[in-house]
């Protein structure tokens, strides 16, 4: 049999992990010997109003069952509070699993500044917020573990969700990024587009669907990629849930390379219009240094 991953004296910190993913995390890593805390603002899944029930009731449950745990009510915006409540109750961070989650779903037509600020300020600036909190403990202790949370909303586009889309296709460059800058120091950085029965998809999948979703089941790859003896899947892009666990990556067509002068007309483009959207021979780039090959390629090209 496989040895159990554990998380002994590592600091989790779970944000928005009073229900759904965010307590299944919790919970999981309570139980592997982590040091957790447990933030949640408390409110409803539109983002209103607050409450330190959820939290306290995750809290209540590690330290029953034997685990340590504490809880903080700030919002994520405010990450570097959070972040201190690790380090006050336990003076480190190992890990940092940005979870917490809003949804004010509208059509584009009916959109209003409000909805679409509210959820970049929970998921995109609360993503930010947490991690630039916790990245100077990263930095000095040359260890730390990122997961952000991103949706299958986001990497494909879902009607009535443009906000949420924005939001949570932010977090795959910003996850991309962070990968590249922490690499050096053992920071490993990876997002996810989960799916799990929650507050979030009660509403708008059936029972016997929802059954097969539990958020239990998202947990174990968090848990492969945030743990110690992960050091080379960073920067990864997982699909996670009813037991299924797979990896997106970006897929370029070989494309149309045309010489940058005169002759370079929509009409050229059009002509060759079945280059552009060949997949028969594809590419995988995975950094912007891979398009600047195609450049050099195109400007060597002669008259
Ligand atoms: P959920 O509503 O059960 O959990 C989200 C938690 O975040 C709640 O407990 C909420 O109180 C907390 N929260 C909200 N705003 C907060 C804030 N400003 N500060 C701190 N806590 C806050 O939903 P869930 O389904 O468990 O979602 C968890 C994450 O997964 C979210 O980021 C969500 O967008 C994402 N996600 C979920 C699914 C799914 O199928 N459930 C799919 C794609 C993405």
Not at 116 to 134: P, Q, T
Request: charged share 20%; aromatic share 8%; proline share 4%.
């Amino acid at each position: 049999m496989a040895e159990q991953l554990r998380f002994d004296d590592q600091v989790v910190v779970v944000t928005g992990a009073g229900g759904g993913l965010g307590k299944a995390y919790a919970t999981f890593f309570g139980s592997r010997g982590a040091k957790v805390v447990v933030n949640d603002l408390g409110g409803s899944f539109k983002g209103e109003g607050n409450s330190t029930k959820a939290a306290d009731v995750v809290v209540d449950e590690i330290k029953k069952a034997g685990g340590q745990a504490v809880a903080n009510y700030d919002s994520v915006e405010n990450g570097e509070k959070i972040i201190e409540t690790a380090i006050k109750a336990f003076g480190r961070i190992d890990v940092l699993i940005n979870n917490a989650g809003i949804l004010r779903d509208i059509s584009f037509k009916n959109m209003k500044d409000e909805d679409w600020d509210l959820i970049m300020k929970v998921h995109v600036k609360g993503a930010y917020k947490c991690a630039r909190a916790a990245w100077p403990y990263f930095r000095k202790q040359k260890y730390g573990r990122v997961i952000n949370t991103a949706s299958a909303a986001g990497l494909f586009g879902s009607f009535g969700q443009c906000n949420y889309s924005a939001a949570k296709l932010a977090q795959v460059g910003f996850t991309e990024t962070l990968a590249k800058e922490g690499a050096k120091y053992n920071i490993i950085s990876n997002v996810i587009a989960p799916i799990a029965a929650s507050r979030m998809t009660e509403t708008v999948m059936p029972p016997d669907v929802l059954q097969n979703l539990r958020p239990e089941w998202v947990v174990p790859l968090v848990a492969v990629l945030v743990h110690k003896s992960n050091t080379t899947e960073n920067g990864g892009i997982f699909e996670v849930g009813g037991g299924h666990v797979a990896k997106l990556r970006w897929e370029r067509s070989s494309g149309l390379l045309l010489k940058a002068d005169d002759s370079y007309t929509p009409s050229a483009i059009l002509k060759q219009w079945n280059k552009v959207t060949d997949f028969s021979k594809p590419q995988y780039p995975s950094g912007p240094a891979d398009f600047m090959t195609l450049l050099e390629e195109s400007m060597q090209m002669g008259p």
